[in-house]
């Protein structure tokens, strides 16, 4: 029987939406205030959701904080107070979008759920109340 299980945390970054290619006018033009020069910031809600088996010795899927920490250690210590833009290692080069921010975070943690037993089934950020992003793999 599968069984999905999800896990929410939280993290604070700062940001700019910029294609590099493009020129100052067309970034303006395409993404508007969010290319402002100085960066702006949100407050993101990630949700991680794996599926699995049921433990029959634990009763668990996946212990909640085993997931916990690995979503902190590989995903939540590098985004949480920085700029996306300059200081995360695996958003190095890409344009910070949400969908390319969930895209990353899936390939941080999609080996380390796998090597405990589980597969990720989704993740999903919430960058304002009103916008947010799901990821089902590839």
């Known amino acids: 029987m599968i069984v999905y299980v999800s896990r929410r945390e939280r993290f604070s970054s700062a940001h700019k939406l910029c294609n590099p290619t493009l020129t100052e006018e067309e970034n303006n033009q395409i993404y508007d205030k969010c290319a402002y020069p100085n ?13 699995g088996e049921i433990n029959p010795k ?8 085993i997931l916990s920490k690995l979503m902190k250690e590989r995903v939540v210590n590098k985004l949480d107070h920085k700029n ?7 958003l190095k080069d890409k ?5 390319n921010i969930l895209v990353s975070i899936w390939n941080e943690l999609d080996g380390p759920v796998q090597s405990l037993g589980c597969s990720l089934h989704k993740i999903k950020l919430v960058e304002t109340e009103n916008n947010y992003a799901e990821y089902y793999g590839n």
């Open 39 to 51: 960066y702006h910031g949100h407050n993101y809600e990630l949700f991680v959701t794996v599926k």
């Open 58 to 65: 634990t009763g668990y899927t996946m212990d909640m904080k």
């Open 84 to 90: 996306l833009n300059l200081d995360v290692d695996f």
């Open 95 to 99: 344009i910070t979008t949400t969908e």
